[in-house]
């Protein structure tokens, strides 16, 4: 089997063993790789109802048949698990030199399991198929910020490993911990760090040794040519002045930008944070491991020390919280990255902690635009210090169940997950881009807004549906398979089409836009099996955005007045279940299962709901 490594290692925490295991060709076949890999070993595995934060979960480092190949941006890494902020299933796409050694060793994926009597952390070698697992004590690094550990391990292993490793907000079970690679690429949005932190494993760290074999040598020169074609892209050279930062004056345009806790689109000072601004105060640019497009750009924050910033960081930290200043927003970005939480949530978190302070709903003060109390805040809720860090520490879902339904009415979530940084009001496509993502609210499945911006943003109708389910196919179905970078495609417009071709070249097999969307439509349906068989039950208002945006219209700016439509957007949600084929709940309906390859999921989804 060209283009995969072809082994699987399984860790044992708890019994300290470890065995390498081959992988299942059908497995290759039917789910490619990363993201596919993750939720048919969790379906599988894991007992369901399992406890995520309990020794029963499973921690998977998964790449897939391109990453790590000499082609744009591949080196990724997919780290999934049963999500302990939402109950359901989550995953992440981390930028790590762990992706480029397990390559090199003929790994796809490591499944870690059970939970280390200390803090341990893992070093893994191979010699060609014989492997070595170190269970090393991790005493001396718990309790350490994620960039001295990564210090630390580089000096006791050498700088030329790959690793990666959680901070405190991981090891004291932040539900939305990540993990966390090369001082500022974090992962695992769902509370991934926290079930590294359950397992207490501080880091994996690894040197593979080999080359990756591929079906056709033509790949390397295909790698090239789509290497120069990227970089030929006429936006190449404004992409690498400012990344995705200069979503904020788009985003501000678009009266998109999230301010207050979402509750406006247009922030006043978005020219102090915005893509210029970042161009101006850069210091340096940071990527991922082959890598052509850096997308972290790194500024000095209030102290003088550096953080690195994307677009969700900024927009989450600075317009979401009233912050207009770029050194700020760094100064919070930078705790983020070292104590291993994601920025993403904890811009939302602290947005949402404001407004329950000003609705007096909260003993604590914390007002908008106060970035050394958000600070504290940030250190209370990573190292869960008071009862304020520990409440917002379970993420906005959980604390404003326990503020009371007041709080549950600005709770910006869907499925417990916290919405990443583009304001809903006037966008209904991506709100329910948001809301039908297999994670919870994050934008990586379908970036629908600048689409929807430019065709329509007030229409509810199927063409959305049916480009949302497309965007799909190729972000989920494709890049968090295959396990590589989509900046190259949906950032500079390399054509999707040099991606079948490398498929070929790496692993023999024909890929098209068919046979991806069958693929996707099994993943996707997956997952989906796996959350109704966590819940138990299942509903659409889990597929429903946040009652913010339906309830409380923008206040000011061109769209004042704008808010999404109840029944528009459940029309919506009705055309997407069809086209997944799942039924009126958005359940999966049987044929569809059947049709897809997923017969095996219907007696333990008929032990919890009906099926149709
Ligand atoms: C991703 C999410 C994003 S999406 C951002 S900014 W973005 C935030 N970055 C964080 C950060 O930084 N520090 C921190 N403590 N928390 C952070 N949380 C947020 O995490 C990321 C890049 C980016 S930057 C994006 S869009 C693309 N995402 C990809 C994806 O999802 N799949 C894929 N095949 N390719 C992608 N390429 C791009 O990668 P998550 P990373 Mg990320 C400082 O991990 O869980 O997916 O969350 O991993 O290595 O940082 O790469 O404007």
Not at 339 to 364: H, N, P, Q, R, V
Request: include cysteine.
């Amino acid at each position: 089997m060209f283009g995969w490594g072809g082994h699987v290692l399984r860790i044992d925490l708890s019994k300290r063993k470890f065995v390498v295991q081959s992988l299942n060709s059908s497995l290759a076949q039917n789910y490619i790789g990363g993201r596919g890999f993750a939720i048919k070993t969790l379906w599988d595995e894991l007992p369901p109802g399992a406890d995520p934060l309990s020794p029963l979960n499973k921690l998977i480092l998964a790449v897939g048949p391109l990453t790590a190949l000499p082609i744009p941006n591949s080196g990724k890494l997919l780290v999934a698990a049963k999500s302990p902020l939402t109950g359901g299933y989550g995953d992440g796409n981390i930028g790590s030199w762990l992706a480029i050694h397990m390559r090199r060793a003929g790994l796809d994926m490591i499944i870690i399991e059970g939970k280390a009597e200390e803090p341990t952390y893992l070093y893994i070698e191979n010699k060609g198929d014989e492997f070595r697992v170190d269970f090393n004590s991790a005493e001396d690094l718990w309790g350490l910020d994620s960039f001295t550990t990564e210090d630390r391990l580089k000096r006791i292993h050498g700088s030329d490993v790959g690793m990666v490793l959680i901070g405190p907000a991981g090891e004291r079970l932040v539900r939305f911990a990540t993990i966390v690679a090369q001082k500022g690429r974090s992962g695992g949005r769902p509370g991934i760090g926290a079930v590294m932190g359950s397992k207490n494993l501080k880091a994996v760290v690894m040197r593979g040794h080999g080359d990756v074999k591929v079906a056709d040598p033509a790949l390397r020169k295909m790698g090239v040519d789509a290497i120069v074609a990227t970089k030929s892209k006429p936006n190449y050279p404004f992409w690498m002045r400012q990344g995705t930062t200069s979503t904020v004056e788009w985003a501000q345009e678009a009266s998109v930008l999230p301010t207050y806790n979402y509750t406006e689109g247009q922030f006043d000072e978005y020219e102090k944070i915005g893509g210029f601004a970042v161009e101006r105060s850069k210091v340096v640019t940071r990527s991922c491991p082959q890598c052509v497009m850096a997308c972290g750009h790194v500024v000095k924050d209030t102290e003088g020390e550096l953080a690195e910033l994307d677009y969700e960081n900024i927009a989450m930290l600075g317009s979401n919280l009233g912050i207009g200043d770029l050194t700020k927003v760094a100064y919070l970005n930078r705790i983020a990255d070292m104590m291993g939480m994601d920025t993403i949530s904890l811009g939302s978190t602290l947005g949402f902690a404001m407004e329950a302070s000003e609705k007096g709903l909260l003993k604590d003060k914390i007002e908008w635009g106060d970035y050394k109390r958000a600070a504290e805040v940030a250190m209370d809720i990573a190292l869960q210090r008071t009862e304020l860090g520990r409440l917002l520490g379970k993420g906005v879902k959980a604390a404003s169940m326990e503020l009371g339904p007041e709080a549950t009415e600005f709770a910006m979530h869907v499925k417990g997950l916290e919405i990443s940084a583009y304001d809903c009001h006037a966008a209904p496509g991506m709100a329910l881009a948001f809301s039908t993502s297999p994670i919870g609210a994050h934008h990586k499945d379908a970036w629908l807004i600048s689409w929807e911006v430019q065709r329509g943003r007030f229409d509810y109708t199927r063409e959305k549906v049916e480009k949302l389910v497309e965007m799909q196919n190729i972000r989920g179905g494709l890049f968090e398979t295959i396990v590589t970078c989509r900046f190259p495609w949906v950032e500079v417009g390399l054509e999707i089409d040099w991606y079948f071709r490398l498929f070929k070249a790496a692993t023999g097999m024909d890929m098209n836009m068919e046979v991806l969307s069958t693929i996707n439509n099994r993943i996707y349906t997956l997952i989906r099996a796996f959350w109704i068989r966590e819940y138990g039950h299942w509903d659409r208002a889990y597929d429903t955005p946040p009652a913010k945006w339906f309830k409380r219209p923008l206040s000011k700016g061109p769209l004042k007045g704008a808010k999404l439509d109840y029944d528009g957007y459940q029309k919506m949600l009705s055309w997407y279940y069809e086209l997944r084929g799942w039924d009126e709940r958005g359940i999966p309906r049987k044929d569809t299962l059947r049709h897809l390859g997923l017969d095996f999921v219907i007696p333990q989804l008929e032990s919890r709901v009906n099926l149709n």
